[in-house]
């Protein structure tokens, strides 16, 4: 009598239509997926006819595994028979835990793995807890656990998130996994896959399901207006993590792209608006909703800034999950007494601030790398220039110094934001002007980091030019370091070193006496620089061998500045080589 | 904000119709139970010949509300009949004469609040919206200065409130006016609802000849006919347990026809107006009803034409109706009779998907309480006796599990706990 009770009229949404609704929304993504990852490599010829259908094999392969694990599992363990057994699985959906897993890996994960892992993702995932509605963590995370853990390995050793046509043109795994080494630039983090709209419309490397930002906007705009989702989840997760992220790029002087790059990358969108959303793992009231969706953003930017993991969704949801319960606790007191809505409101938003504040400035202590690009001296008059590239920008200048002071000081480049500013005020003549006491100078207004570094800039090289000391010259810029020992030979004279150096218009190749660690003679082997006759001429070989003691004082040649810069170094390089071996 | 949901209305089939009469039922059963009080004294004993209007019943304790007869004839037997909360009542079993003797016919001309006290208890006038709660009570109290008629007939299926005030609405307004007068109100509402623009057009045209009488019109959002959300949505207001505590009558407006009878004519309440409705019914009704009488002869014999069997009878609306037998006595606070048929769609398991949240007008959580219903101290905390039972999670839920059931148990249980 009982399931006859109730209301005689029913809305028309039903738990079927909310599933088929999302398998809907998950379509495009998955021809996408199609598109993106067999297609476009079969077009460019880099895979065969099988490559072409595998992203679809790779989507159904682990849906059709967790549809099999669940109909034995009812078969086996729940005991059901017959037309029993159909409505049960029918009513169960099982598809979901295996058809998401294979959206969220990487195409390289091994085809035996993604099977291991939707059949965890099911039982492990769902199952054990009681099936369908009753499993506290989102299943086919789970299942991505699981896979992490098991393919470790294997999954950058295949390959990374690359797929065939990747593969060829693009070196690190996903775009966010070169933000683990500091802030980043626009340069190092979006141009490598082209521009923001390459990430909004998901050409870029990534998990099978997960790179189209688009389609996951589409598909939740479809599912909320079909009643599918909790709107309010990825809307303030999204948010938060923009808002946050926003902050931290404000902070280093970068601009909107910086934010909207966070939210477009890892994963973010589809773990949004697919995976956080899980009816059955996420909270049932509003208020718990609010603070599950905050939560997740605050985790996910301190996984992706303090941890050496680069996407954060995974974590961060599972985490999530597991406090729903007291979630919902807060949630359903908070609808009788608004305390208990204020409290966890104001301690978020308190949360966020300190976590974005810390990270925020967290790179600031990294911020001035000098690198000497020249120092030359002519007339009593040095002059330097340098670049220094912080997180926020490059700023490459020109200094003059005599014996006594700065003569002038000129910003050549600086991409900060915030530079156009600083170039408005006096501030640089202002520093040259009071360099007895730079310490007074007041930085900018509104462009306080901007101008603060252009200051340190100066500091620094006034430090190296009194200290007569290269103040940076073991960290030049990276062609110029690119100097090996191609081979030696023992002679009775001493030890020969040949060794190359990537050099103004091409290789150098020198040989190198060495004996009881002094150099004896240079011979140049190779070289293809215009320039280098200036070298003869100047008998700057033999200066080398003479200054060899204290080479970084010997001057470069007025008029062959790269090469006279560049031999020289190839021998300080060389040195520094023999003296780390025989320590 | 007011707080519901738009619901579709059903209510088209049974709109443009007249009101049709049933009032000749071989026999009557009057149940002996009032605001589900069944501790009632007998005045009557089988082969009594009983006047309409005569007490055969008399509620014990501080409120002696009368149960009448509604035809006049010999009580043949007492016997249990299914009621409108789903269980079996003791009834009294009456047999018409059909010469509708009434008690003293004396008309009342010139009337004080005293003498109005004394018709609406002895007429035995009470809430014809569904919890049958003695108007005379309300009444009771000393100041009174807000009347709140509600005309919204918030749930779907039901039209007979509708009907009746358009069909009577001269008589209608000219009772509130004559409450408001006896009871020094000086302002009173009609509740409409927006959407019930014919009604309201109707209304328009009559309402010039009283200033003191306005129309507010309502969104068209279930559950706003509550009367705790109809309170706050016209006057901004809560109470703690009944409206008079802020100097608010609101009655229904069946109640207040019947008010207008008893006042102007010294007419006990014998008939109301039911819909007869349903998803199976072709030409619903709404039928003026003699009250006592069963479903079964009212559908044999006002719907015989369409051959209704296999059906699911509801006593009430279909969301807060209960599921009754056919035999259910027809009583002055029902309003609607449901006819459905007998699919329902399979359940599935709940998924959690917090609509019954969200759905829900007194802000419980129902799917907590479904879960929590053996941990005592949570379902306190979740104060599940709050519900008042509107329906709407049940009606929301894409799982088609009776929330609802749920949570009245979790209420029962903690009713039955605080008397422990």
Request: overall charge neutral.
């Amino acid at each position: 009598m009982k399931e006859l009770k109730g209301t005689y009229i029913k809305d028309d949404n039903s738990t079927y239509k909310m599933m088929n609704n999302l398998l809907l929304a998950l379509i495009p993504i998955i021809l996408f997926s199609f598109y993106k990852n067999g297609y476009i490599p079969y077009a460019q010829n880099k895979t065969n006819i099988t490559g072409l259908f595998y992203p679809l094999m790779f989507i159904i392969i682990p849906a059709f595994t967790s549809y099999l694990t669940e109909l034995l599992w009812h078969l086996f363990v729940l005991k059901k028979r017959g037309r029993e057994l159909l409505i049960s699985v029918k009513s169960s959906f099982s598809i979901f835990p295996g058809l998401f897993l294979g959206l969220i890996l990487s195409m390289n994960t091994p085809i035996s793995v993604l099977i291991l892992g939707s059949i965890f993702a099911t039982i492990v995932g769902k199952m054990i807890f009681g099936g369908f509605g009753r499993n506290i963590l989102n299943p086919a995370l789970v299942g991505m656990l699981f896979v992490v853990i098991l393919s470790a390995l294997n999954l950058t050793n295949s390959g990374g998130y690359l797929n065939p046509s990747e593969i060829d043109s693009l070196a690190g795994a996903t775009p966010l996994s070169n933000v683990v080494n500091g802030i980043g630039s626009y340069t190092a983090l979006v141009k490598p896959y082209g521009n923001l709209w390459d990430f909004f419309l998901g050409s870029i490397p990534g998990s099978m399901g997960e790179t189209s930002a688009l389609l996951c906007i589409l598909g939740f705009i479809f599912l909320t207006v079909k009643k599918v989702i909790k709107p309010i989840i990825p809307v303030l997760y999204i948010s938060t993590v923009f808002i946050s992220t926003f902050a931290i790029g404000f902070i280093n002087g970068l601009g909107i792209w910086y934010p909207l790059f966070q939210v477009l990358s890892g994963g973010l969108m589809f773990g949004a608006v697919f995976m956080a959303t899980d009816p059955v793992t996420s909270p049932v009231t509003r208020v718990g909703q609010i603070i599950y969706g905050v939560s997740l953003g605050i985790l996910t930017v301190i996984i992706r800034y303090l941890t050496p993991f680069p996407e954060g969704i995974l974590v961060s949801i599972l985490i999530m999950n597991m406090l729903v319960f007291i979630l919902d606790r807060i949630g359903f007191k908070s609808r009788f007494k608004r305390i208990y809505t204020v409290i966890p409101i104001v301690s978020l938003i308190g949360l966020l601030s300190i976590t974005t504040l810390y990270i925020g400035n967290s790179f600031d202590n990294d911020l001035e790398k000098l690198t000497v690009l020249s120092k030359e001296t002519s007339n009593e008059i040095t002059t330097y220039v340098v670049e220094v590239s912080g997180y926020s920008s490059v700023i490459k200048a020109e200094i003059k110094l005599n014996s006594t002071e700065v003569v002038s000081y000129t910003i050549l480049e600086d991409d900060d934001n915030f530079y156009p500013r600083v170039k408005q005020t006096d501030f640089v003549n202002d520093l040259v002007e009071n360099q007895a006491n730079l310490n007074d100078v007041d930085t900018v207004a509104g462009a306080t980091i901007s101008s603060q570094a252009i200051k340190n800039l100066l500091i620094n090289v006034i430090n190296d030019y009194t200290n007569g000391e290269g103040y940076n010259y073991s960290k030049v810029t990276d062609e110029e370091t690119d100097f090996v020992i191609e081979s030696t030979e023992e002679t009775a004279y001493g030890t020969i070193y040949n060794v190359k150096k990537n050099s103004y218009g091409g290789d150098l190749r020198l040989a190198v006496l060495v004996s009881d660690g002094i150099i004896v003679n240079i011979d140049v082997i190779e070289q293809n620089d215009s320039r280098f006759d200036e070298i003869y001429n100047n008998d700057y070989l033999n200066q080398i061998i003479d200054n060899q003691y204290d080479l970084v004082a010997l001057d470069t040649i007025g008029g062959a500045t790269e090469s006279s810069s560049n031999l020289k170094q190839a021998v300080i390089d060389l040195l520094s080589s023999i003296g780390d071996n025989d320590e | 904000m007011s707080i519901g949901l738009k619901l579709s209305g059903y209510k088209k089939a049974a709109k443009d119709k007249l009101i049709s009469i049933y009032n000749k039922p071989k026999y009557v059963y009057i149940p002996l139970i009032n605001c589900n009080d069944v501790d009632i004294t007998v005045l009557v004993k089988k082969g009594d010949y009983v006047l309409k209007g005569a007490h055969v019943g008399k509620r014990k304790g501080k409120i002696k509300f009368p149960i009448i007869s509604t035809v006049s004839g010999t009580v043949i037997d007492f016997v249990n009949m299914p009621y409108l909360n789903g269980e079996e009542v003791k009834c009294v079993k009456i047999e018409n004469d059909f010469k509708e003797k009434s008690i003293e016919n004396k008309v009342v001309n010139k009337i004080d609040k005293k003498t109005f006290l004394n018709i609406l208890q002895d007429n035995s006038i009470l809430g014809m919206g569904g919890a049958g709660f003695p108007t005379y009570i309300k009444y009771s109290t000393e100041k009174i200065n807000k009347l709140l008629i509600n005309a919204v007939e918030c749930e779907p299926y039901i039209t007979a409130d509708y009907v009746l005030l358009k069909e009577h609405t001269e008589e209608i307004l000219e009772a509130i006016d004559m409450i408001m007068d006896i009871n020094k109100i000086d302002e009173a509402f009609i509740a409409v609802k927006k959407t019930n623009i014919e009604l309201l057009k109707v209304l328009n045209n009559y309402i010039g000849t009283y200033l003191k009488i306005k129309i507010k019109e309502v969104p068209n959002l279930y559950p706003i006919g509550w009367e705790r959300s109809l309170i706050k949505e016209i006057y901004n207001t809560s109470y703690d347990k009944f409206p008079t505590e802020k100097n608010i009558v609101v009655n229904n407006v069946s109640t207040i026809f019947a008010i207008y009878e008893a006042l102007k004519y010294n007419k006990p309440l014998t008939e109301r107006v039911v819909t007869f409705t349903g998803n199976i019914v072709k030409k619903p009704k709404n039928i003026l009803v003699k009250v006592g009488s069963t479903a079964t002869d009212v559908i044999k014999e006002m719907l015989g034409k369409e051959k209704l069997k296999d059906f699911n009878l509801i006593a009430g609306g279909p969301m807060m109706g209960t599921l009754s037998d056919n035999d259910l006595v027809i009583t002055s606070n029902l309003t609607c009779v449901l006819i459905m048929d007998k699919q329902f769609e399979r359940g599935t398991e709940c998924m959690k998907c917090g609509k019954c949240v969200d759905v829900c007008p007194v802000k419980l959580t129902p799917v907590l309480i479904k879960n929590s219903l053996n941990n005592m101290e949570r379902l306190k905390e979740l104060q599940a006796d709050r519900c008042m039972e509107c329906g709407l999670c049940s009606y929301i839920c894409p799982a088609k599990l009776p929330i609802r059931e749920y949570v009245k148990e979790a209420k029962d249980k903690i009713k039955r706990g605080e008397e422990v």
